[in-house]
């Protein structure tokens, strides 16, 4: 079992940044595939970035690419999204989660593959 713990939301102007983090307790840390998720009200949720658990590798969404970058820090157990361009359209609650395995890039995609997710951390984008 795994507990997330998401920060670092806020208000952002467009064109500005953010950077999410995401705290995860236990000492496997490591073996976890993280991913975020963010819904906006009325929408379903979906799909932003994901960083494997092995190989570090990551992947966007089409609206993240060349915008977010996700990292993990195995050593403090943490998963950071560093959020850069912003705009309106990126203002939802965006949620970490964690799936513990080895998963292709369709599964890590999907927000069914992740048991363990966090509260979440509200981003508005707005001037």
């Known amino acids: 079992q795994v507990q997330l713990v998401e920060s670092g939301g806020g208000l952002a102007q467009p064109g500005g940044s953010l950077r999410l983090s995401c705290a995860a307790s236990g000492r496997t840390f490591s073996t976890y595939g993280m991913a975020w998720f963010r819904q906006a009200p009325g929408e379903e949720r979906e799909f932003v970035a994901a960083i494997s658990r092995m190989s570090g590798s990551t992947y966007y969404s089409d609206s993240a690419k060349g915008r977010f970058t996700i990292s993990r820090d195995n050593a403090e157990n943490t998963v950071h999204l560093q959020m850069t361009s912003l705009k309106p359209e990126d203002t939802a609650v965006y949620h970490c989660?964690?799936?513990?395995?080895?998963?292709?890039?369709?599964?890590?995609?999907?927000?069914?593959?992740?048991?363990?997710w966090g509260q979440g951390t509200q981003v508005t984008v707005s001037s």
């Open positions: 989660a964690a799936a513990s395995g080895f998963y292709g890039l369709a599964e890590l995609t999907t927000s069914h593959t992740y048991p363990y």
